[in-house]
């Protein structure tokens, strides 16, 4: 079973930056990033596919935030620049058993078989 450890949330002011890490014990096909703000529905934030390096950005993240992975330590990050207030959430990993191709299903969370504690992200002056 893989297990996904979160780390790199924090408190950071509007206009800041913020590197999220996701270590993954065990073999995957792909991993997605998701957040969740109280009283909100969790929400896709990216996603990248080991098999096809194919890679998903939500439109609210698009051209700020950057996910990539190393091979070599099973991590994925994603850094997330020009912060706003409203990326303020848990963020989570999950990951899949099974091949996704992510700009078409990395969005939805059915596709995902385990997932992390997550890691808290405040954006506040």
């Known amino acids: 079973q893989v297990q996904l450890e979160e780390s790199g949330g924090g408190l950071v002011q509007p206009g800041g930056s913020l590197r999220l890490s996701c270590a993954a014990s065990?073999?995957?096909?792909?991993i997605g990033w998701f957040r969740q703000a109280p009283g909100k529905e969790r929400e896709a934030v990216s996603c990248?596919?080991?098999?096809?390096?194919?890679?998903y950005y939500s439109d609210s993240v698009k051209g700020r935030f950057t996910i990539s992975r190393d091979g070599a330590v099973n991590t994925v990050f994603l850094q997330m620049n020009d912060l706003k207030p409203e990326d303020t959430g848990r963020y989570y990993c999950a990951s899949s058993e099974a091949f996704i191709l992510c700009p078409r299903w990395g969005d939805n969370r059915r596709h995902y078989d385990h997932w992390g504690q997550g890691t808290q992200v405040t954006v506040s002056a």
């Open positions: 065990g073999n995957y096909h792909a």
């Open positions: 990248i596919s080991k098999t096809d390096g194919s890679i």
